[in-house]
């Protein structure tokens, strides 16, 4: 990575739905799923499924911030994922799937507890916003089968039922930030 890039990482249920989103975004350079947030070192899918890893479903993104900001890429994850439901995405349940936004710098972590405080004061949702904000310790990639994972299996029922809508949301939402 240069140094006229970015890491964001974000968790906000199912990896397979956010890389799908961010996938498409310009400045969006790569897109890894993997696991944060959580005590046991170099995690497997088996073990995160289990809710007992403290580790979340996130996407690693390398971005661009000339091309694309940290604060839009915030304002596209809160549009594309429930982040008042503590635990829980859909049909998806358990810590693993939990609103998470893991900082890389505290200029990232201002930009994420204004946001956040600004979608407060709107009441964008009736419920509170449960999204946690921390600082990245490690992030663990998920294994290869789990990368690209839409562009593979556009067939799949969850694929065409929970994916495909959030990646349309996106392109009629932010067509001006599309690839």
Known sequence: MNNTHELATLGGG?????EAVFQQLAGVEKVVSGY?????????????????????????????????????????FFDTHDPTTPNRQGNDVGPQYRSLILTHSPEQEATA????????????????????????????????????????NQRQ???QFVIAPKVK???QHFEAQLK
Do not use: M
């Open 157 to 159: 029922p969850y694929c």
């Open 113 to 152: 507890a204004a946001y956040i405080a600004e979608l407060t004061a709107a009441r964008r949702w009736p419920n509170p916003i449960v999204t946690e904000v921390q600082p990245l310790e490690t992030f663990y990639p998920a294994e290869d089968y789990h990368q690209d994972y839409y562009r593979q």
């Open 14 to 18: 199912c990896f397979w739905c956010l």
């Open 36 to 76: 944060a947030g959580g005590e046991v070192a170099n995690p497997t899918y088996a073990q995160v499924c289990t809710g007992t890893t403290g580790h979340a479903e996130v996407v690693q993104l390398t971005f661009d911030p000339q091309i694309i900001s940290y604060r839009e890429l915030l304002e596209i």
């Open 169 to 171: 949301k996106v392109q």
